[in-house]
């Protein structure tokens, strides 16, 4: 059985650090790319950040660029979204997903696998 399996989230105060990981089961994660999105009530899925299978392709959100860090560890099967200087904008529900294609795609619709996803809150 396939799994994404987030964690990490939490509660911090605005400037803080955190990271995310997302430990995959049933794949060899080394082939897919690896995505992170976020979703607030009332708004659209966001793309945050991706990395391919290898790790030699990323791409970061405008909104995250110079603050988020997507990595990747394929011999734990994991991967991860260092946050730091988190601020309130932040607060979401933030998902990670992989594309067994390894497209490193922003679109939510080129992912075939997601997490339940890990809550983080900021506070101000």
């Known amino acids: 059985q396939v799994q994404l399996v987030e964690s990490g989230g939490g509660l911090v105060q605005d400037g803080a650090s955190l990271r995310l990981s997302c430990v995959a089961s049933g794949l060899t994660l080394h082939v897919y790319a690896v995505g992170w999105f976020r979703r607030t009530p009332g708004k659209e899925r966001e793309f945050v950040a991706a990395?391919?299978?290898?790790?030699?392709?990323?791409k970061y959100g405008d909104s995250v660029k110079g603050r988020f860090t997507i990595s990747r560890d394929n011999t734990k099967n994991t991967a991860y979204l260092q946050m730091n200087n988190v601020h309130s904008d932040d607060t979401a529900t933030y998902f990670c997903a992989a594309d067994g294609l390894d497209r490193v795609a922003e679109s939510a619709f080129r992912y075939d696998r997601w997490g339940r996803g890990t809550q983080v809150t900021v506070a101000s």
């Open positions: 990395a391919s299978g290898n790790g030699a392709i990323i």
